[in-house]
């Protein structure tokens, strides 16, 4: 979390910041500020708390002339969000500026070893500790300003992604990482740092993903990288995959209902070139190469957090129904701290949108040190997470910046689906006839989700009706589960109505208690394999005075008698439905937000990236 963005060039750096900055609120937005070195060594700091619109209040009309400067939007972890633990933060002598995503774990023992050296403090932040760590390092070896950096950071246990500017060297910016993400964009003159792509791509294609432990020297208009070690490396450009239209609102009035609507296409390109329908055959690199291992696997353990864990559990009942692989989806923040049973036979799956997520990459580790084949399911392009794991499977849904996570989940959910129809191929456990089904079925899908969008005014006139409701809950059986669960997620992100997924088989066992005429029920109804059971499930709350909406297939006409709203679905295959049955829930959530004046994109207390424990 928090985000991070830095210039240096021939352009004013401020406009630069402040844009790229709201770009990076996803990655937190409770409080901003941005540090800004003249060619005469007056370093302006300016911070707030609240969002970056705040700040640019703030700035109002000030001096903010700067051809080198950064800023940072802050979610955070030590020190409640005010003024004083806004970044940037500076060393005691004003001499240096930093910004810093992540944790230091050690700050609170640096912290009394620099007060024991009349070191004072002005805010509660690890941030603060280290750029006096720096200070301290600098002071007492007569060494050059980067040196200085790199040898404090030996001292330091956490994880970082920092950027330091020095007033005596206007002409320098010094970026480092371990940890946590940051990319470095690279213009005709110019430099861009920055802790994603979104901030860059307006200026440059040209990037280069710094790799943990290393360091980015720029100066002036000369990049040059070298490790925590002090070996000098190769800066590896690469080319940004996204366009500036991939990233901004297209006319919509929130990125999540963008979003939402751009489903058919981020599914089309999930599934895009890895279908073969006239030989029935499904090309997954990742999964590919490991063809033997797969004809004898004996267990996948699937990990992830938040909707990606939702994701998971649709990839569990997968990999058993379709692939005959018994399978396990973990919290990885559960998985990593409860000693785990993980084989050198194990194929373990993380699925992470940011590819960041510091709990997911941590149970990651502990897996490939147990042995396990691991393999990534991620959105975002050279992240982390891929960059760890054995092989692995991006999802090509494109940037999604709304916190709320969709059209992520349901491109998750497709490579879930290529990755168990194509195990299945390989194990023998699926006909090439039924293959064949199953694909041109996943190439109706883009098709059927534009149809089930076609229900957002009558979904706006139900989410009109539900809007004050204070709790709510979520049913569904089968693959219908995760999508309950999906749902209710959604509603407690953004609009902080408290929602509850569960198998509705299980709501006899508690939940049915809440019924009464204030509690929605969304009951996931489609005719698939549990579908009478489900109807019996609605007339339960009914006989409660619940009040029901279902999502029913198409044609159904024995729901509308029973329930009080009915959307209807395309009908699809039973595995399919999380594609299409996500979508309804997800507009609800988003109509319903909007209705109580919440702020749909970033809700409060969220981060889309959480890479902090
Ligand atoms: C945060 C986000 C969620 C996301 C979860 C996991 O909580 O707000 O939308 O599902 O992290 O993130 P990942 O990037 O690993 O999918």
Not at 93 to 113: P, T
Not at 190 to 218: C, K, L, M, W
Request: glycine share 8%; hydrophobic share 40%.
């Amino acid at each position: 979390m928090c985000g991070i963005v830095a210039y240096i060039g021939h352009r004013e750096a401020c406009p630069i910041i402040l844009k790229g900055l709201k770009r990076l609120e996803y990655r937190g937005y409770d409080s901003a500020g941005v540090a800004l070195l003249d060619d005469n060594k007056n370093m302006k700091v300016y911070k707030k708390t609240g969002k970056v619109s705040d700040l640019e209040k703030e700035i109002g009309d000030r001096d903010t002339s700067a051809f080198t400067g950064m800023g940072h939007t802050r979610w955070a972890t030590h020190g409640e969000p005010n003024d004083a633990n806004a970044h940037p933060h500076l060393s005691g002598d004003g001499e240096f500026a930093m910004i810093h995503n992540g944790i230091i774990e050690n700050y609170s023992s640096l912290k009394e070893m620099l007060k024991g050296r009349g070191h004072t403090f002005k805010s509660e932040t690890d941030t603060e500790v280290l750029i006096h760590l720096i200070e301290e390092v600098y002071k007492n070896n007569a060494v050059k300003f980067e040196e200085a950096v790199r040898m404090a950071l030996t001292q330091v246990v956490g994880a970082y992604a920092i950027v330091i500017l020095s007033k005596n060297d206007p002409n320098y910016l010094i970026g480092a990482k371990k940890g946590s993400p940051m990319v470095i964009g690279i213009g005709e003159n110019e430099h861009f740092i920055a802790s994603d792509a979104t901030p860059i791509v307006e200026y440059t294609r040209n990037v280069v993903y710094i790799q943990d432990g290393e360091i980015a020297i720029i100066e002036g208009t000369t990049l040059s990288i070298k490790t925590i070690d002090n070996t000098l490396k190769t800066p590896y450009i690469q080319e940004i995959e996204f366009n500036l239209e991939n990233i901004e609102k297209g006319g919509y009035e929130h990125f999540m209902l963008k979003e939402i609507f751009e489903q058919p296409k981020s599914i089309l390109d999930s599934f895009r070139g890895r279908i073969h329908l006239p030989d029935a055959r499904i090309t997954m690199a990742g999964i590919d190469m490991f063809e033997d291992k797969i004809k004898n696997l004996d267990r996948i353990v699937i990990i992830g957090c938040g909707t990606s864990w939702h994701a998971g559990l649709v990839g569990e009942y997968l990999f058993e129904d379709i692939a005959r692989i018994p399978c396990e989806v973990e919290y990885a923040s559960e998985f990593r701290y409860r000693n785990p049973v993980v084989k050198e036979s194990d194929f373990v799956i993380a699925i992470s949108q940011s590819g960041e997520t510091a709990d997911t990459l941590a149970a990651l580790e502990l897996a490939k040190k147990k042995g396990a084949t691991i393999f990534g399911i991620c959105n975002v392009v050279g992240a982390s997470i891929p960059r760890y794991t054995d092989a692995g499977a991006y999802t090509h849904a494109g940037p999604e910046i709304g916190v709320a996570s969709t059209k992520a989940f349901t491109a998750q959910v497709t490579a879930l689906i290529l990755m168990a129809l194509s195990m299945a191929q390989k194990k023998g456990t699926i006909t090439s006839t039924r293959l064949h089904e199953f694909l041109t079925e996943i190439e109706s899908i883009p098709a059927k989700i534009e149809q089930v969008l076609k229900t957002d005014a009558q979904i706006q006139l139900i989410a009109a009706e539900l809007k004050d409701s204070r709790n709510a809950l979520y049913l569904g059986r089968g693959y219908g589960f995760p999508v309950a669960l999906e749902g209710a997620l959604k509603l407690k992100e953004i609009s902080y109505i408290h929602a509850e997924g569960y198998p509705a088989a299980e709501m006899k066992h508690g939940p049915i208690a809440l019924i009464d005429e204030e509690m929605p029920v969304i009951v996931i109804a489609t005719q698939h394999s549990n579908y009478e059971k489900v109807v019996s499930n609605i007339q339960e709350v009914k006989a409660r005075k619940g009040k029901v909406i279902a999502i029913a297939t198409e044609g159904d006409t024995h729901l509308k008698d029973m329930a009080d709203h009915v959307i209807y679905i395309p009908n699809c295959e039973e595995a399919l439905l999380p594609l299409i049955a996500t979508i309804p829930l997800q507009l609800l959530s988003y109509h319903i937000a909007v209705l109580r004046g919440c702020n749909v994109d970033q809700p409060r207390n969220l981060a889309k990236s959480v890479t902090v424990e």
